[in-house]
Antibody, heavy 123, light 106 residues
Framework: EAQLVESGGGLVQPGRSLRLSCVGA????????MHWLRQAPGKGLEWVSS????????DYADSVKGRFTISRDNANNSLHLQMNSLRPDDTALYYC????????????????WGQGTLVIVSS | ETVLTQSPATLSVSPGERATLSCRAG??????LAWYQQKPGQAPRLLIF???TRATGVPARFSGSGSGTEFTLTISSLQSEDFALYYC?????????FGPGTKVDI
């Protein structure tokens, strides 16, 4: 059974940086594209970023483009999200999720999801 | 981006009853629609993809239908564990978008 575990969240001041990580287990990590999504407290779901299995194709939501960088390390079954210039509206529970294919970052569903890591941006 | 609208916002039902949840897209998404269930303090769980295909392990009481702009998630006989938030998500038009959710409660 595929499992994902996120880490790296915390309280950070506006304008500062944070790096999230996600480790996958129970599946061939380098056979799948991966995604980051987020959920602000009490709000709905928002897709953040996606990366293909070989990192050749990457996409970002407009709300994070230029500030966030997605990357992966297939040797260590890990996915990362470098978040710079953080703003209060970036406060959310950040989830990583497995794609349903290796190459598609602009299609497909998300399954499974990790349990999330909470990022709070506040002074 | 493709806006998804879910109705009703809250659906109050009793165990054993049938629940029908609606998701409407602002433009056609073909059959590229997924449904997720989220319980308090938990991550979303995939229920349906391709508008009507149940994910592995999802009970048969969950069914999805629709295409184009109108979609339905039906829970044929609600169990206590089905009281949760339900989101639809489209993956036909980039970027991915989610509906605001329907809360199913007692």
């Amino acid at each position: 059974e595929a499992q994902l575990v996120e880490s790296g969240g915390g309280l950070v001041q506006p304008g500062r940086s944070l790096r999230l990580s996600c480790v996958g287990a129970g599946f061939s990590f380098d056979d799948y594209a991966m995604h980051w999504l987020r959920q602000a407290p009490g709000k709905g779901l928002e897709w953040v970023s996606s990366i293909t299995w070989n990192s050749n194709n990457i996409d970002y939501a407009d709300s994070v483009k230029g500030r966030f960088t997605i990357s992966r390390d297939n040797a260590n079954n890990s996915l990362h999200l470098q978040m710079n210039s953080l703003r209060p509206d970036d406060t959310a529970l950040y989830y990583c999720a497995k794609a349903n294919s290796a190459h598609e970052v602009r299609g497909g569903w998300f399954h499974p999801w990790g349990q999330g890591t909470l990022v709070i941006v506040s002074s | 981006e493709t806006v998804l609208t879910q109705s009703p916002a809250t659906l109050s039902v009793s165990p054993g009853e049938r629940a029908t949840l609606s998701c409407r897209a602002g433009q056609s998404v073909s059959n590229k629609l997924a449904w997720y269930q989220q319980k308090p303090g938990q991550a979303p769980r995939l229920l349906i993809f391709g508008a009507s295909t149940r994910a592995t392990g999802v009970p048969a009481r969950f069914s999805g239908s629709g295409s184009g702009t109108e979609f339905t998630l039906t829970i044929s006989s609600l169990q206590s564990e089905d009281f949760a938030l339900y989101y639809c998500q489209q993956y036909n038009n980039w970027p991915f978008t989610f509906g605001p959710g329907t809360k199913v409660d007692i």
